[in-house]
């Protein structure tokens, strides 16, 4: 797993941005500053303070301990003492909201009602929504929950006539919009087995794999999201430069799967070759299609991909 260490120290978050991120206010970040020495924030021209992810790691990893029942003072003092002998702790799996609010509504419920405002076209209330969604619930659970089961409700309504491609296009950007703008909050990782992800060729949708991009990278791990309708050729050209130790390609059509057939031929001929595996809709459509590409099925849910790829990537 990837330790804090592991993490940018490059500067690039204000204050405020780090108060959005770890809900701590900015009154208890300068608090924490002065009496504790964390965070270490480095100071711009105009002398407002700058995070980086690094710092951010500490924050999440110090509330962590809080919300555990340890006290700042004590979390801070063992921090100190683990990075003095070169035994940074690991990073905790990014959560959107440290502190989680108790919810009675089930997450299918929230759901429904994002379809529906979708529907409408009613962005207002629809970012409203997705405003309480991220302060609710954890990473994992807004994915698998919440926002799959509404792309779901759309492409299902979409193809039995009960939407305009028009609404299914707005549905569709408005959902990518908000996790793509989670995606760059979430910290670089800039060290461990590199995981190349994106759509394979002829794929035009880039959501499950950006989906999967996010959650790897909130579990600690150094991954690059490459976006949709990849060419072989040059992922393979690029591979031979990074040596990935994992290629992940999503399809969510028939076609875009059999474009799969050509992948692991070609990322054999990388040097060393990186374990090449696929996932998508287009194995739910077509199950047949898991038996005829080589390469390694991650399975139909976000959360089987995520036990697959960790035990890929164990150590030997």
């Known amino acids: 797993m990837t330790t804090i260490n592991d993490l940018s120290d490059e500067t690039k978050y204000s204050v405020q941005r780090i108060s959005d991120l770890t809900g701590l206010n900015p009154v208890t970040l300068r608090a924490w500053e002065r009496r504790y ?24 990893w110090l509330i962590n301990k809080k919300t555990s029942g340890v006290s700042i003072s004590s979390a801070s003092a063992t921090l100190k003492d683990m990075i003095a002998e070169e035994n940074w702790p690991e990073v905790i799996p990014f959560g959107i909201a440290q502190a989680k ?14 379809f529906e405002l979708l ?25 698998e929950e919440i926002i799959t089961p509404t792309l779901v409700s759309v492409g299902q309504a979409w193809v039995q006539g009960g939407l305009l491609i028009s609404t299914e296009h707005f549905a569709t950007a408005f959902i990518l919009s908000r996790l793509s703008n989670l ?48 060419h072989l050729d040059d992922l393979t050209d690029y591979a031979q430069l990074v ?25 054999n001929t990388v040097s060393p070759a990186p374990k090449f595996c696929f996932a998508g809709f287009a194995f739910d459509f077509n199950p047949d299609l898991i038996n005829i590409i080589p390469g390694i099925y991650l399975g139909k849910s976000m959360v089987d991909a995520l036990n697959q790829i960790k035990l890929l990537l164990a150590p030997d």
């Not at 480095?42 to 995070?51: A, H, I, P, T």
């Not at 609010?101 to 994002?114: E, F, G, I, K, W």
Request: zero cysteines; aromatic letters at 6%; hydrophobic letters at 45%.
């Open 119 to 143: 529907k409408k076209h009613d962005e207002v209330e629809a970012a409203r929504l997705f405003d309480e969604l991220i302060s609710i619930f954890d990473l994992e659970t807004l994915i």
């Open 243 to 267: 040596k990935p130790a994992l290629v992940v390609l999503t399809a969510s059509t028939n076609r875009a799967g059999m474009e799969l057939l050509r992948a692991q031929v070609k990322l």
């Open 37 to 60: 020495g964390f965070p270490k924030p480095e100071r711009d021209k105009n002398r407002y303070r700058l995070y980086s992810d690094r710092d951010l790691a500490i924050l999440r």
């Open 183 to 230: 995606y760059v909050s979430l910290p670089i990782v800039n060290k461990g087995p590199r995981i190349l992800i994106g759509g394979a060729p002829t794929e035009e949708h880039e959501m499950g794999a950006l989906m999967m991009a996010m959650l790897l990278r909130s579990r600690g791990y150094l991954v690059e999201f490459l976006g949709a309708n990849l």
């Open 101 to 114: 609010t108790v919810s009675s509504v089930p997450p299918q419920r929230y759901a429904d009602h994002l």
